[in-house]
């Protein structure tokens, strides 16, 4: 599958184990978790993570030592998305999709979507996405185990793109190459990646597929914290853009990159769908997963994205317009993209 496919197929393969003990019409929302109020982020965050049963290999391990990193490091406060966003569970109460969200000083949002399902299958959407005051790229952690397989996408996605914006890339990833050749090496290149989305990755973006193995299961965890720790230390060098034009611009890529993700990268929109119905799915991506879409700016995706307009006016479903996409890494050793080059 294309990259650009990866994460909404992740749900579809998630599905396939929920829809064998459930249909789409004995699924229902329950209640919020009660989670405690907004007035005490440690003890909030305590609870969160008591929700959390950690596994020899639980995502949610990644998730409580995101927490408790970034706690370290900043003022985290509970989002006021909590409120209608925290959990959403099928009716055999064997699937269930968790969500927690808070935000910080430097931090607009940091939030994450995980699914644990009863035969051992794991789905984590975790992001972190910066206030646009700064520059600094959103930290993305796709990941997906059913069985023995796992499909992983990390990276932290640049604000402006990269092959064009030369003094964004050797500002964030110059000092980065290192890590990103060690992890390349450790998890190879996972196959097809659009031309379109490519400009939403950065040189040391990890897309890998692998069969699981404790050595295996241990670099990607290491990977995780490797990657998380990297980008927690450029937010503590950030320092705030006072230029208005400048804070706008990156405003307007933020907004680019959550249109463009909750349209072409849509994580599992028919799932959701399924699982908790159509208005409350749409509900989960655009106000949740990608907020910021509403308030960020007022531009449409075909505003953006004009190539994919069709006669009628309507957005054109297929992934890829330009139809090239890459089978190896389109960046050198040295993060030099490659990519008219290789296929």
Not at 23 to 39: A, E, Q, V
Not at 88 to 94: E, N, P, S, T
């Amino acid at each position: 599958q294309p990259q650009s496919k990866c994460f909404a197929f992740f749900l579809e393969k998630a599905l396939q184990g929920c829809s064998m003990r459930c249909s789409s019409s004995s699924l229902t929302l329950f209640s919020p978790l009660k989670l405690p109020s907004l007035s005490n982020i440690n003890s909030s965050s305590r609870n969160v993570r008591r929700l959390m049963e950690v596994s020899t290999f639980s995502y949610r391990k990644f998730i409580h030592f995101a927490l408790d990193e970034t706690e370290s490091r900043t003022h985290l406060v509970p989002s006021p998305l909590r409120e209608n966003f925290s959990s959403l569970m099928a009716v055999d109460g064997k699937t269930e999709l968790q969500m927690i969200s808070f935000q910080a000083p430097k931090i607009r949002l940091l939030r994450s979507l995980s699914i644990e399902g009863s035969d051992g299958m794991q789905v984590l959407d975790f992001a972190v996405f910066p206030e646009p005051e700064f520059d600094l790229p959103i930290f993305c952690a796709n990941l997906f185990t059913a069985g023995n397989t796992n499909i992983v996408v990390l990276d932290l996605n640049p604000l402006h793109d990269v092959t064009i914006h030369r003094d964004y890339k050797e500002k964030y990833y110059k000092s980065l190459i290192p890590l990103g050749l060690k992890y390349a090496e450790l998890l190879p290149w996972g196959g097809k990646l659009t031309s379109e989305s490519l400009k939403f990755f950065s040189p040391i973006v990890i897309w890998t597929k692998f069969l699981s193995s404790q050595k295996k299961d241990n670099v990607l965890y290491s990977a995780l914290v490797d990657y998380y720790k990297a980008w927690l230390e450029l937010m503590d060098e950030a320092m705030e853009e006072t230029d208005a034009s400048q804070i706008s611009c990156n405003r307007e890529g933020h907004h680019k990159y959550l249109t463009w993700r909750a349209e072409k990268v849509d994580p599992g929109h028919r799932v959701l769908s399924r699982l908790v119905g159509e208005t409350r799915a749409k509900d989960v991506v655009r106000k949740f997963l990608f907020s910021g879409i509403d308030e960020l700016g007022s531009k449409t995706f075909l505003d953006y994205f004009p190539e994919y307009e069709c006669e009628d006016g309507s957005v054109n479903e297929k992934r890829s317009i330009i139809g090239k996409s890459f089978e190896k890494r389109p960046w050198d050793s040295r993060g030099e993209f490659i990519g008219n080059n290789v296929r």
